[in-house]
């Protein structure tokens, strides 16, 4: 039996990296994913981890190290928040277009000022166009469970992409609950890189593009991500295998087969959304529940089969100014062409609790709605 142990978020990150044979860390401090690298480098002075722990001036130069070791052939990792995440946005560019499979845990936290250093996801949503993989978690046991995952997914020869696994500051980071440790061997074994930078063999790598080849160089991209959500069902199904649990990559349905309203959401706000549905389902309102796990790339094809015809809720736990939320905004675009009725609701910025209570009323102001899908 695997072990179980008592931990945080940030615990849980830490342990799943160590248990991934991460061998290269790099990171710079930041409310609340600091004790994400306090763990592991207690982890690699006490001799329970091998890796190489990174010392840096800045989240710019964490990432820069990181780009740098898994370019040499070392599996990587690092941790951020909120305003780290903004000072990485050059190199975030870099790690994905240099095909770098970085893996980053992510303590989403709301971007100042004024200053808040709690959950609010637009410090990771800022980054969706940067290239890299974005997966958003529900619970604590997840964040283990996704980051060995993401690994598989990231380092897969049709993708190699870096992906971030993202959680709600404080909700998840700093809560703590029983996470078993499941061990990955056979499932993710030592990096084993296509290429590396190897000073025997010198060559030119990330020089400059003519148009017209990158133009193609960004069509690559795109083509890998539309892979990695084929990808992401393979490990699905080996992780089952592994570890008993069906932790899902793309998206997750709970109580949407007869469902007349579905509620679409991401991360803590998703768990919370499955409590009301359960809650709403004891009033006899047909309600389901759509968690999107992978925001990048984005499983279009899954959305629409889910959502065409229903009347849709969508709560973002970010803004977008000008234009809404983030997740309302791509839901509205993949659903341009059905039947789907769909409202959006923006809830828990800055760390706003959200209750089960806060999901229904969002629904049962839909009076209209309500009234026909009564059971």
Known sequence: MPEVKM?????????????????????YPITPSTPVVETLSKLIEN???????????????????CIGASAAGSRTFTATSSHGLAY????????????????????NRAIGPGWNIWADLSDSLSQRDTGWIQFYCSSIQEI????????????????????????????????????????????????????????????????????????EFRH?????HDRALKVMREVEEEFLELSGRRVPL?????????????????GAVASEARVAVDSLRNKNVRVGLLRLKSFRPFPEKDIRRVLDGKRVVVFDRAISPGSGGQLYTEIRAALAFSDAKIVPRIVGIGGVDVTKRTIEKAIFERKIWIKEVIM
């Open 88 to 107: 990485m946005h050059e190199m975030l560019h870099w790690a994905a277009n240099a095909r770098t499979p970085v893996v980053m845990s992510v303590a």
């Open 144 to 215: 283990y469970d996704t980051i060995a995952m993401a690994y598989r997914v990231a380092e897969n020869r049709k993708v190699m992409l870096p992906a971030m696994v993202c959680y709600d500051g404080f909700v998840l980071s700093h809560t703590t609950m029983p996470v078993e440790l499941t061990g990955f061997d056979g499932f993710l074994d030592e990096y084993d890189p296509n290429w590396k930078l190897d000073a025997d063999n010198p060559f030119t790598h990330g020089n400059i593009l003519l148009p017209i080849y990158f133009a």
């Open 250 to 266: 793309t998206i997750e349905e709970y109580k949407t087969e007869d469902a007349d309203i579905i509620v679409v959401a991401m």
């Open 220 to 224: 690559s991209i795109q083509k890998a």
């Open 47 to 65: 001799g329970e981890m091998r890796a190489k722990l990174i010392r840096v001036e800045s989240e710019h130069s964490a990432m820069a190290a």
């Open 7 to 27: 931990l945080t978020g940030n615990e849980s990150a830490a342990f799943s990296a160590m248990n991934s044979r991460v061998r290269v860390i790099a990171a």
